[in-house]
């Protein structure tokens, strides 16, 4: 059962549901791109499960981490463009922004699979749960490159809170800041003839790759 949320602003006067889109900026030069994102602040709510009360922390517009048994902290998924004939080597943290919340929360933790007319089952894992390290102890991964509509990405997933299971304490990220860096090939860039809505929407700094791929850096 799930009880009325309540809002939390990280800023004086933010308005609820208040959200930042990230930004980033490609560094052609120096192969790199530098990705930014804010948090202006969360939805806290409670919810029972036999008998047991946990909370919730729901960022706007950000999912929340999936994994059966672990605690379903804030992620967020970036798309960032890099040019057609680039290999991504890595992401780092360059900085962060982050705010120890009052009080303890004793996180839900993701539901168990389960066919389809089955309740879910939300049955913590004593691994995680019983532990007091920082969960899940990254801000960031690379899922993966893709293609979305003739431009290249990189997916980035950024975990928007870190939580101490045993301790209940949890510190939210308010902003980070990435930087990816990339290789690329020789491999002769091909002409695009526009740029999609959906590229638009979806790609943080589409602009950076747009149409005609021009600045190579290979020259």
Same mark, same amino acid.
């Given at each position: ?25 490609m560094d052609k030069r120096k192969r790199n791109i530098l990705v930014s994102y804010e948090i202006k602040g969360f939805w806290e709510g409670k919810f029972t499960y036999n008998d047991i009360e946990y909370d919730t922390i729901d960022v706007p517009d950000a999912g929340q981490m999936t994994e059966t048994g672990a605690p379903m902290i804030p992620q967020e998924g970036l798309y960032v463009a890099i040019p057609m004939n680039a290999n ?71 975990? &928007? ?8 304490? =949890? @510190?939210? #990220? ?5 930087? !990816?860096?990339? *290789?690329?090939?020789?491999?002769? &860039? ?8 959906? =590229? @638009?929407? #979806? ?5 950076? !790759?747009?149409? *005609? ?7």
């Amino acid at each position: 059962m799930t009880k009325k949320k309540k809002w939390i602003g990280l800023e004086k006067g933010v308005r609820k549901g208040a959200m930042t889109p990230g930004k980033a900026s490609m560094d052609k030069r120096k192969r790199n791109i530098l990705v930014s994102y804010e948090i202006k602040g969360f939805w806290e709510g409670k919810f029972t499960y036999n008998d047991i009360e946990y909370d919730t922390i729901d960022v706007p517009d950000a999912g929340q981490m999936t994994e059966t048994g672990a605690p379903m902290i804030p992620q967020e998924g970036l798309y960032v463009a890099i040019p057609m004939n680039a290999n991504v080597k890595g992401v780092e943290v360059r900085s962060k922004e982050e705010r120890n919340l009052k009080g303890k929360y004793h996180l839900l933790p993701a539901p168990v699979a389960t066919v389809e007319g089955e309740e879910d089952q939300y049955l913590p894992d004593p691994k995680i749960y019983e532990s007091d390290e920082n969960f899940p102890g990254r801000y960031v991964d690379i899922v993966g490159e893709e293609i979305i509509d003739e431009t290249k990405v990189v997916h980035l997933m950024v975990f &928007l809170c870190q939580y101490k299971p045993m301790s209940r304490n =949890v @510190k939210m #990220l308010e902003s980070i800041e990435l930087v !990816v860096s990339y *290789t690329e090939t020789k491999e002769k &860039l091909r002409k695009r003839e526009r740029i999609t809505e959906e =590229v @638009k929407d #979806l790609v943080l700094n589409w602009e950076n !790759v747009g149409p *005609t791929d021009e600045g190579d850096s290979n020259e």
